[in-house]
């Protein structure tokens, strides 16, 4: 039985930001348990995996796609998605997040589209070692460990390039169903109000829809309401501030994430993640020491 393993990296150079042409934030590697789901969620950063072992499910869009050993998967910001470890062969995956003004061009460039987001290759030790000599540059730290990182991401998108020039005849995706733009606008939504008080129904009126039948599309397609989606969808962006913004009070975050109420944030985040803010955030600092 493989043990469980987790370990991730941070780019240790504090610069522009989004204002980047290209900003490595942070790589990984883990071990995942049976079972073990992420999701459904967005991200507000693209969000790059690879299959070193195992077997899993990955959800986007509402397709299901079933991956192995030598699958990549692309994860663009502020998209829906899901994704979870095989039951008797669980997943062994390295990841890599990034942002910047050039970001989504160099991904086009590429090969990947909506349409195109999973990509297998047979031989996965180069694009493999990629993902790791990111995450070694970061542990390793440096003035130009940000440099360096997005050095080896352009060598990582370069691979994938080769791979998918092969597939560039393959068909784009046909106009999206009325459910399907309704759930991106949905997302799209929350994503962008989720600091602020969000009234669903306010919501569904913006869009046009009735509150009752665009809850229930909605839950439908991603298996929670949107009320849960909400909730989760802040307490990600607070877990990310309180690993990286020390500066900042609990209650602060809790209110940077549109939760008003203190307590209740808390009360939350120990529902979904078993440990109160202030202890995730201890847990994390540790693990950077």
């Not at 109420?261 to 939350?268: I, P, T």
């Amino acid at each position: 039985m493989r043990q469980d393993m987790y370990t991730v990296a941070s780019n240790p150079v504090i610069g522009s930001g989004e204002n980047a042409s290209l900003n490595v934030l942070f790589a990984g590697e883990s071990q995942t348990k049976p079972l073990h789901r992420l999701g459904p969620k967005v991200y507000d950063f693209y969000l790059m995996h690879i299959v070193l072992e195992g077997k899993g499910l990955f959800i986007c869009d509402g397709a299901r796609h079933e991956l192995r050993a030598g699958h990549t998967f692309l994860i663009e910001p502020e998209q829906l998605i899901s994704y979870e470890s095989d039951n008797d062969e669980p997943w062994r995956y390295r990841w890599v997040a990034f942002n910047g003004t050039q970001a989504a061009e160099l991904v086009t460039s590429a090969g990947f589209t909506t349409a195109q987001q999973v990509v297998f290759t047979e031989d996965k030790r180069r694009a493999g070692a990629l993902f790791r000599q990111i995450h070694e540059t970061f542990r390793n730290g440096g003035a130009a460990a940000d440099i360096k990182a997005a050095g080896y991401l352009h060598l990582l998108l370069a691979e994938y390039k080769s791979v998918l020039h092969a597939l560039s005849g393959s068909t784009l995706r046909t106009a999206q169903a009325e459910g399907d733009r309704l759930l991106q606008q949905v997302v799209h939504y929350l994503s962008t109000q989720y600091a602020h008080p969000v009234s669903i129904e306010q919501m569904a009126e913006s869009l046009g829809y009735n509150r009752a039948y665009l809850s229930r599309l909605f839950k439908q397609r991603t298996g929670v309401s949107p009320v849960t989606f909400l909730l989760k969808l802040r307490i990600d962006k607070a877990r990310r501030m309180l690993r990286e913004r020390p500066e900042l009070t609990v209650e602060q975050i809790a209110a940077s994430v549109g939760l008003q109420d203190a307590l209740y944030f808390s009360k939350q985040f120990r529902r979904l993640h078993g440990q109160s803010p202030t202890a995730y955030r201890d847990a994390m600092r540790s693990l950077g020491e």
